[in-house]
């Protein structure tokens, strides 16, 4: 495969390499909260996926061709840490290359984000409206999107003027990367790769999270049930935004500890 050299990667920190991948619509901007703690016990990557941020877009979007873009930006023996898109494809590096990556950290992900008669998740017709309204008004999109991640928790209201503030003067996200985004979105089904997952892994949930029903906590446990879960309580989509502290100190416990 032909490696484009599209990907924007910021280094902050000492320590063991973490890898901080960011979901869709947003930058590694969204991470800022909580950069200075885990920069005291990490060496931190702040990727920018393709057509996101400060990286070039891909002429052709797969998991596979983001993970190839990712992989070659960052050290071997990394710990990857993934939220929603982001995590999708941390997974996918985490089953393709279970020897490059040291520990595997999803965020308010799900091997399949679309439900099914067998598996809970949102319907399909929820990513294909937001791709429609890509073309009409991409601002409108993304912000809708944005304040779609923190509904339902306490700290609604503050987490979206935090996240919308994170962005504000950051790169605006290419057409091309949103309409592709969607689409991995849709139609990715990672339950075999899930389950046949050889490293340690660290699962996140919010407990009011629209795009993760609660139910997903569960089905995932049976595909891995070596896994590590983490339910956040007081967040919907963005526990690293609502509960940072804890969010915090739960990467740094599965990260140094014996997991």
């Known amino acids: 495969m032909i490696i484009e ?34 920069s005291a016990h990490f060496r931190v990557h702040l990727i920018d996926l393709p057509g996101f941020g400060g990286s070039a877009e891909l002429a052709n979007y797969s998991l596979d ?20 898109l982001g995590g999708l494809i941390a997974s996918h590096a985490s089953y393709v ?43 409108k999109i ?18 979206i003027l935090t996240l919308k ?27 075999k790769e899930f389950s046949q997952i050889a490293i340690p892994c660290l699962s996140i949930f919010g407990q009011f999270d629209s795009f993760i029903p609660s139910e997903t906590t569960t089905a995932m446990q049976r595909l891995l049930p070596s896994s590590i879960q ?8 963005a526990p690293f935004i609502s509960e940072a502290d804890e969010f915090v100190a739960s990467i740094i416990r599965f990260s140094v500890g014996k997991n």
């Open 5 to 38: 050299q599209v990907v924007h990667c910021g280094v902050q920190g000492k320590g063991p390499d973490l890898v901080l991948l960011h979901g869709w619509g947003v930058n590694s901007a969204v991470w800022t909260p909580i950069l200075e703690k885990l």
């Open 65 to 84: 061709s983001m993970v190839e873009n990712i992989i070659q930006k960052v050290p071997e023996q990394s710990i990857w840490c993934g939220w929603s």
């Open 97 to 139: 290359y279970p020897n490059k990556i040291a520990k595997l950290i999803q965020v308010c992900t799900s091997p399949k984000f679309v439900s099914d008669q067998s598996w809970p998740g949102v319907d399909a017709v929820v990513f294909e409206n937001f791709k429609l309204g890509l073309a009409k008004n991409t601002d």
């Open 142 to 159: 993304l912000g809708r999107f944005i304040s779609i991640q923190a509904m339902g928790c306490n700290s609604a209201r503050k987490d």
């Open 165 to 191: 503030k994170l962005l504000i003067d950051t790169p605006h996200p290419s057409l091309l990367a949103l309409s592709e985004g969607l689409d991995l979105l849709n139609k990715s089904d990672l339950r």
């Open 230 to 237: 983490k339910v956040f309580v007081n967040s919907a989509h």
